[in-house]
């Protein structure tokens, strides 16, 4: 098994944080060696400027089996997870979004939909209770009737 890379600025776990246990922790450290060993061919192919090192061969194979084993044991502890993954996440990360940021616009607007919809409740509410007070102010005869209908018809209160 690889070496935990150092945690990226935006990641959700701090270097110091463990991984999860059991084979979930496993697939996230592989998946950390996996990106170290992309860092490191990245590094290598821009690097590579010569024509033969170490007797004949250049340093970018060692790295592209290195990447090869990560990828080989990625899919045998894949074999063993059933965690689902939604379809939209891995378009986003296909087209380069950070699934964390998409997480957050999700939440902020999902908060903000929740706030929009109090208020309009709010809104129907105060409305209800003032065209209560207008019809018990008319129509006295009415005022018990809409008292007793006045809880079934505001449960947040």
Same mark, same amino acid.
């Given at each position: 098994?690889?070496?935990?890379?150092?945690?990226?600025?935006?990641?959700?776990?701090? &270097?110091?944080?463990?991984?999860?246990?059991?084979?979930?922790?496993?697939? &996230?450290? &592989?998946?950390?060696?996996?990106?170290?060993? $992309?860092?490191?061919?990245?590094?290598?192919? !821009?690097?590579?400027?010569?024509?033969?090192?170490?007797?004949?061969?250049?340093?970018?194979?060692?790295?592209?089996?290195?990447?090869?084993?990560? $990828?080989?044991?990625? *899919? *045998? !502890?894949?074999?063993?997870?059933?965690?689902?993954?939604?379809?939209?996440? $891995?378009?986003?990360?296909?087209?380069?979004?950070?699934?964390?940021?998409?997480?957050?616009?999700?939440?902020?607007?999902?908060?903000?939909?929740?706030?929009?919809?109090?208020?309009?409740?709010?809104?129907?509410?105060?409305?209800?209770?003032?065209? *209560?007070?207008? !019809?018990?102010?008319?129509?006295?005869?009415?005022?018990?009737? $809409?008292?007793?209908?006045?809880?079934?018809?505001?449960?947040?209160?």
């Amino acid at each position: 098994m690889a070496q935990p890379a150092p945690a990226a600025p935006d990641s959700p776990r701090s &270097e110091q944080t463990p991984p999860p246990p059991g084979m979930q922790g496993d697939f &996230e450290q &592989e998946l950390m060696g996996l990106a170290n060993s $992309l860092y490191n061919l990245g590094v290598t192919v !821009i690097n590579d400027t010569t024509r033969d090192l170490q007797g004949g061969s250049k340093p970018v194979g060692p790295r592209v089996n290195d990447v090869v084993s990560n $990828l080989s044991n990625l *899919d *045998d !502890i894949a074999q063993h997870l059933t965690t689902m993954i939604p379809m939209q996440v $891995l378009a986003d990360i296909d087209n380069s979004r950070n699934p964390m940021q998409l997480t957050k616009e999700r939440l902020e607007r999902a908060a903000a939909e929740n706030q929009f919809m109090n208020g309009k409740i709010a809104a129907i509410n105060s409305y209800r209770q003032y065209l *209560d007070e207008a !019809i018990a102010e008319n129509f006295p005869e009415l005022e018990t009737v $809409l008292k007793e209908k006045a809880p079934e018809s505001n449960p947040q209160e």
